[in-house]
């Protein structure tokens, strides 16, 4: 399916946002209904989870998923969106169609269904999924030696460095200062995938402050 624009004006703010997503996993036929469980935005992507149940309360049969103890199924649902001269518009893909946007938070994945085919697309999404939320949020201060060295925009590398920030406005912006060089560097989440953490600034506060009151006893 392709891109879907609204050319008046009903979609402004996240709260439309999320309005409009839920209207778009709530559907009801003749013989089964679909309701929204959860949905999260990454960036400028709505993830969701629908559940889908049949009217007269028999199980669903599925040839994707598992139907779960309840009679239902829960399937996930991707919606990359963008803004253009003020229009909001969507394109929507289903997980088995093989969405690449797999950002999509653990405790959305973890209300999925089971997936029957082991070599699906919907298994490798989840699994990217998975991958992407396994990433380590580092904190100020940590050391971190990345899976393998960063080319640089001036020919250079970099794999050993530690986590900082500077100020634009009154923004901190997280960027990583180099070990060799002292430079600093703008890294996105994904280079940050495998890394190694060899010195954390809160295990190095910790000794600082044992040390103060051991001096205190």
Not at 90 to 97: L, P, R
Not at 185 to 192: D, F, G, H, I, N
Request: charged share 30%; hydrophobic share 35%; glycine share 8%.
């Amino acid at each position: 399916m392709g891109w879907l624009f609204y050319t008046d004006g009903r979609v402004k703010s996240y709260a439309d946002e999320k309005a409009e997503i839920t209207r778009l996993c709530t559907f009801e036929g003749d013989t089964r209904k679909t309701d929204l469980v959860k949905a999260c935005k990454v960036g400028s992507t709505w993830y969701a989870a629908a559940r889908v149940t049949n009217r007269d309360g028999t199980p669903v049969e599925d040839a994707t998923y598992v139907t779960d103890p309840d009679g239902s199924i829960t399937f996930a649902a991707v919606f990359l969106t963008a803004y253009d001269d003020g229009c909001w518009g969507y394109k929507d893909m289903e997980e088995s169609a093989g969405p690449n946007a797999s950002r999509a938070p653990l405790a959305l994945i973890e209300l999925l269904s089971d997936l029957k085919d082991p070599d699906s697309y919907a298994r490798d999404w989840r699994q990217r999924c998975r991958e992407w939320a396994s990433i380590p949020n580092y904190e100020e201060g940590d050391k971190i030696k990345l899976a393998k060295p960063v080319t640089l925009t001036d020919g250079s590398t970099c794999q050993i460095v530690t986590v900082t920030h500077y100020r634009r406005g009154r923004q901190k912006r997280r960027c990583y200062r180099i070990e060799e060089t002292g430079g600093l560097v703008r890294l996105s989440k994904a280079t940050l995938s495998s890394s190694e953490l060899l010195s954390s600034a809160k295990g190095a506060a910790s000794q600082v402050l044992a040390e103060y009151f051991a001096g205190r006893e």
